[in-house]
């Protein structure tokens, strides 16, 4: 089983950015993703950004493209979500998650960190 705990949420006006980090503990294997999602008050959970662990390859919904970026440092089993021009829409808690599938949506994830707030002030 493999533990998640992100880190660097908090406060930001709109237009700015925040950096967020996700540490694994644990085995992460090579055909693992680690995938970033998000989850407002009152909304469902919802994809971000995904990374396959090997190959680095990314994949982003269709409200982040251009403005996030997602990347992985294998050697400190750690996982980063760049998130710039932000939006007071973006406001919400994101989770880190582990998949051994080419999956989008969150019940193909077998694990998740605790999540971090981020909150974009208009």
């Known amino acids: 089983q493999v533990q998640l705990v992100e880190s660097g949420g908090g406060l930001v006006q709109a237009g700015g950015s925040l950096r967020l980090s996700c540490a694994a503990s644990?085995?992460?294997?090579?055909?693992?993703?680690m995938g970033w999602f998000r989850q407002a008050p009152g909304k469902e959970r919802e994809f971000v950004a995904v990374?396959?662990?090997?190959?680095?390859?990314?994949y982003y919904a269709d409200s982040v493209k251009g403005r996030f970026t997602i990347s992985r440092d294998n050697t400190k089993n750690t996982a980063v979500l760049q998130m710039d021009s932000l939006k007071p829409e973006d406001t919400a808690v994101y989770y880190c998650?582990?998949?051994?599938?080419?999956?989008?949506?969150?019940?193909?994830?077998?694990?998740w960190g605790q999540g971090t707030q981020v909150t974009v002030s208009s």
């Open positions: 990374i396959t662990w090997s190959a680095g390859r990314t």
């Open positions: 644990g085995r992460i294997y090579s055909n693992y993703r």
């Open positions: 998650a582990v998949s051994r599938y080419p999956a989008l949506e969150p019940g193909s994830y077998d694990s």
